[in-house]
């Protein structure tokens, strides 16, 4: 008897542990979706259209730029652009304040950017920073040694395509009718010639994705951005993503078919450290090349969600 509530404490003891470092990781990981460069930078810098480590992001039209100054505007143009109601080119600008602008003490030239919270946000977003440094960056690198390359892009297309509700939900609210039947087109065509959405097979008929989430249909409704905000493990956000993101979450299928938490758990673990494998080395430098990387990210986040609505 008492071997048996040794093992059974042992047990729930291992299952805890586990717990905190999935919640850990997975709150790093949803920086994997927004920030490439020590966590941070991704989400400003990655094209409208595309999702990080996806196939169709054009790694190579980055890599080669460079260092940044930080008043230059740096042009990101996807591989595939979406056609019709959706992105192609995205200008994504880099930090607005200047140098002499720290020294003299003048007021930062982006105050359109909405940050009343901004002491709050950059501590908040040196330790999210700084914990996928230390921890969720390892990890991926140990991954990335088991795992090879193209099949992680296998698992990445296959998680792209079980979340293909909320995208064309979006599209439907939005009014981009073309938009919610590529989406729908593609899932058919990747789950079924694409072997469960392993392969992108409908892009060989030139069907092409469609990103658009809750907040972009909120903005498209006239709802007002809100104030930006950073929260521990999460990307950036505005008040109104978050909301967004909140029913966006709601709305992915997973959510309801995965009939254990540890299961749903472990299959958001595995997406987080395969995102953030497929972004290891992209951006690589660029916080060294930018006189402040916060007002970086955040007005090249807030810029480019706004070019997304507009699309």
């Not at 919610?180 to 392969?199: D, H, P, Y």
Request: hydrophobic share 40%.
């Amino acid at each position: 008897m008492p071997r048996v509530l040794i093992g059974r404490l042992r047990f729930a003891t291992a299952l805890w542990t586990v717990a905190i470092a999935v919640v850990a990781l997975a709150g790093c990981g949803g920086l994997s979706n927004g920030v490439r460069t020590e966590s941070s930078l991704l989400i400003v810098l990655e094209p409208a259209g595309s999702s990080p480590g996806r196939p169709d992001f054009d790694q190579s039209s980055i890599a080669s730029s460079s260092p940044v100054d930080p008043s230059a505007v740096l042009p990101v143009t996807p591989v595939m652009g979406e056609g019709g109601d959706d992105g192609a080119e995205v200008t994504i600008a880099q930090a607005q304040t200047t140098t002499e602008d720290k020294e003299t003490g003048g007021p930062p030239s982006d105050e359109e950017d909405n940050d009343p919270w901004e002491r709050f946000n950059e501590k908040v977003f040196e330790f999210n920073r700084q914990t996928d440094r230390f921890v969720l960056k390892p990890v991926a690198q140990v991954y990335s040694v088991i795992v090879p390359e193209p099949f992680q892009l296998m698992i990445a297309n296959g998680f792209d395509n079980i979340s293909f509700v909320p995208r064309m939900v979006n599209s439907l609210l939005q009014l981009k009718v073309g938009g919610a039947s590529r989406e729908l087109s593609r899932f058919l065509i990747n789950s079924t010639l694409g072997i469960g959405g392993l392969f992108d097979a409908a892009k060989y008929w030139g069907i092409e994705k469609s990103r658009e989430d809750f907040g972009q249909t909120l903005g498209v409704w006239g709802v007002s951005p809100g104030p930006y905000l950073i929260v521990p493990f999460m990307e950036p956000m505005t008040v109104r993503d978050g909301i967004g993101r909140g029913v966006d979450s709601l709305m992915n299928p997973m959510s309801y078919f995965i009939p254990f938490i540890w299961t749903g758990i472990s299959l958001k673990l595995g997406e987080i450290v395969n995102d953030r494998a497929l972004n290891l080395d992209l951006f690589q430098g660029f916080e060294e090349s930018v006189v402040d990387l916060y007002s970086a990210v955040r007005h090249g986040y807030l810029r480019r969600r706004e070019q997304l609505i507009k699309e």
